[in-house]
């Protein structure tokens, strides 16, 4: 009869998953808030004083903008002192998702209004006072593009990152290794051309080595490479098969700067790898990405491209009696809120819904576990907050001796897994 073993990362864990700018973010959020309502008190107040109607508008506008930015910073503040509270079986980090959903309804809702009215305006001009309308305009902008600068600190998360530049290699004995800027050094050897290259996708970093073409085969235990640092320091990697190419057993040390010894069947090559920064954005990935407060900034840049748009309207009307200008932007900004709205939802709805936004994690980690000649019988991976992701895996093995801790070790090496379940499933031998 079979039976199986269920754990999970850490007994006793928490289920904090909470972006690693949390805090940062929710502080800024609130200063939107407060610049927004000092700008709508000031424009209510000031418009009921000196008996101008759009300024009053204008502030009643910004009360809803003001809204807008209450509902990122309740979700930030909830989530931040709930985040222990086991009611929530794994955790608040999801809780921005849902604000960032919720916001994305509000800016569809906004663009319907603009739509709505600007379309009213086209087939019933009203009159415009330029006077007023134009400095409101330009206040609103500012005040737009201070709440940008406010949230821009880490709507962006922090980047990091490097590159692998392709350099040059040397064949001994054979046609030198070309610049590949893909697929990496090209090796070209008795057997066939390869590329070699260091593969970090959600994972550390490994050398890969993968034929230019289908029938190019390479026996894994037949290749090395050995990296010689500027220091002289040498390490040797060995290869395991993976079907359609070899990867290394070992993860590559940072930095990646080292002269590469690839000792194919025919004979060494040998390549350089020389490290340079590049701007990798973390915060642009589906498992890292703030929706709380991209919500928060797709909000004031919507606001202050209508200001734009608005301002260039009003300034063609009043120059060459254009009034149709003024509602033409409006709807061209119903359009652009409308498409930034889409994106949003979309986004954080499949998150709500638990969907697998990294397939390739999947494989890998798939690949991870079947490498070591056990069968993956299922398999779930799916988003607990920024950065932060979730996996439960079934797995059948024939080695009585493998336990949950195994395979822990074996998916350690994966880039934002906090928290794993796998269950072990023994498999006996037929008699």
Known sequence: MSNFENSAFG?????IFLGSAHEDNERRTWMVIALCSAMMVTEIV???LFGSLALVADGLHMSTHAGAMLIAALAYTYARRHA??????FGTGKLGDLAGFTSAIVLAMIALLIGYEAVSRFLSPVPIHFGQAIPIAVLGLLVNLASVWLLSGN????SHGHGHSHGHGHDHGHEDEHDHEDEGHRIFGSAGVFALSVFEDGVPPVFRITPERASS????????????RPDGTRQTFSFADHGGYLESKDDIPEPHAFRAIVRLPDGEHQIEFEEHEHDHDDAQTAANRDHNIRSAYIHVIADAAVSVLAIIGLLLAQAFGWIWMDPLAGVIGALVIANWSWGLMRDTGGILLDMNLDRRMADNLRRAIEDNGDNVLDLH???VGPGHMSVVVSVATREAQR????YHAALSRFKGLSHVTVEVNPVRAAA
Do not use: E
Not at 84 to 89: A, C, H, L, S, Y
Not at 155 to 158: D, E, K, T
Not at 217 to 228: H, M
């Open 46 to 48: 000031g418009g009921s």
């Open 403 to 406: 336990s949950p801790g195994f």
């Open 11 to 15: 007994a006793g864990h928490d289920h």
């Open 84 to 89: 222990t509270d086991n009611r929530f079986v």
């Open 381 to 383: 991976v799916w988003r």
């Open 155 to 158: 709507h962006h998360g922090h």
């Open 217 to 228: 085969k390479l026996n894994a235990d037949a290749v090395s490479v050995t990296t010689i």
